[in-house]
């Protein structure tokens, strides 16, 4: 499939969305090494993140309870 935008955003068609995956006991983003931890952390301090990754942290978040 063909695409307009030749440069899509992280996790939007044609792009690989983030993952995480465990590194040293902590769950962190493959393509970042941003820990999840710190994802959530920076989201509550109200600093910019990578919008993917806030999307992730915010639903594992919501999950975990």
């Known amino acids: 499939m ?3 935008n030749p440069d899509p955003a992280p996790g939007v068609c044609g ?3 983030p993952a ?3 590194r040293g006991g902590r ?10 931890d710190d994802v ?7 600093a910019d ?3 993917a990754e806030a999307r992730i942290a915010l639903a594992y978040v919501e999950r975990s309870g």
């Open 2 to 4: 063909h695409s307009d």
């Open 15 to 17: 792009a690989s969305a």
């Open 20 to 22: 995480l995956v465990p």
């Open 27 to 36: 769950l962190v983003f493959a393509a970042s090494g941003r820990a999840l």
């Open 40 to 46: 959530v952390a920076a989201l509550e301090r109200g």
């Open 49 to 51: 993140v990578d919008p």
